[in-house]
């Protein structure tokens, strides 16, 4: 079982940038794809991002594609979600978790997020 925290999240304006962290315990991080979720308020959560094992492969949703960037250091244990060019329609509670990389599911708990709130 890997246990997810994140964190990076806060208070930014529209058109700037954040970097998300969401470190893993448990000696099979390594061995799972890992996803970013999120959840706006009053909405339910939703797919951001997700990479596979190794880092070679990525998808994104079309919300996001060409201003956020996933990655993972494996010998670190940590997932990475660099966000650019946030938009207000960006600001959410931001999660981690593992992934079955092939439908996009979720496979573990979720974890506190780290809230991102970007003004107008």
């Known amino acids: 079982q890997v246990q997810l925290v994140e964190s990076g999240g806060g208070l930014v304006q529209a058109g700037g940038s954040l970097r998300l962290s969401c470190a893993a315990s448990?000696?099979?991080?390594?061995?799972?794809?890992m996803g970013w979720f999120r959840r706006a308020p009053g909405k339910e959560r939703e797919f951001v991002a997700r990479?596979?094992?190794?880092?070679?492969?990525?998808r994104y949703a079309d919300s996001v594609k060409g201003r956020f960037t996933i990655s993972r250091d494996n010998a670190k244990n940590t997932v990475y979600l660099q966000m650019n060019n946030l938009k207000p329609e960006d600001t959410a509670v931001y999660y981690c978790?593992?992934?079955?990389?092939?439908?996009?599911?979720?496979?573990?708990?979720w974890g506190q997020g780290t809230q991102v709130t970007v003004s107008s």
């Open positions: 978790n593992a992934v079955n990389y092939g439908m996009g599911n979720s496979l573990g708990d």
């Open positions: 990479i596979n094992w190794n880092g070679g492969s990525t």
């Open positions: 448990g000696r099979t991080f390594s061995s799972y794809a």
